[in-house]
């Protein structure tokens, strides 16, 4: 059973860091991809970054370069969203996700939430002006 466990969220002052984790377990495949999605109330879930276990690919929202960093500890089975100089419009629900089919980093798609077949049960981001 592949199972995800977030861990990591918090409130923060705006310009502070957090950083996310995200166990995984019971993986089937060694190529996958693993992404960090954000929701809030009334907006669909976007992409913020996601990494690819096959050639180490990455991928940020427009908005998070600079500030945020994914990486992954394969020896941990983890995977870290190490988030820096936040901002209030960071204030979301931040979800760990995970395609084990490939088809998102076939389709160079890893920002698209429909071809991740697994989730977490999310962390809440909240910073503050």
């Known amino acids: 059973e592949v199972q995800l466990v977030e861990s990591g969220g918090g409130s923060v002052q705006a310009g502070g860091s957090l950083r996310l984790s995200c166990a995984a377990s019971?993986?089937?495949?060694?190529?996958?991809?693993i992404g960090w999605f954000r929701q809030t109330p009334g907006k669909e879930r976007e992409g913020v970054a996601t990494?690819?276990?096959?050639?180490?690919?990455?991928y940020y929202l427009d908005s998070v370069k600079g500030r945020f960093t994914i990486s992954s500890d394969n020896a941990k089975n983890t995977v870290y969203l190490q988030m820096n100089s936040l901002k209030p419009e960071d204030t979301a629900v931040y979800y760990c996700?995970?395609?084990?089919?490939?088809?998102?980093?076939?389709?160079?798609?890893?920002?698209?939430?429909?071809?991740?077949?697994?989730w977490g049960q999310g962390t809440q981001v909240t910073v503050s002006s």
């Open positions: 996700a995970a395609d084990l089919s490939g088809w998102a980093h076939f389709r160079r798609e890893e920002d698209r939430s429909v071809w991740y077949e697994y």
């Open positions: 019971g993986f089937t495949s060694d190529a996958y991809t």
């Open positions: 990494i690819s276990s096959s050639d180490g690919r990455t």
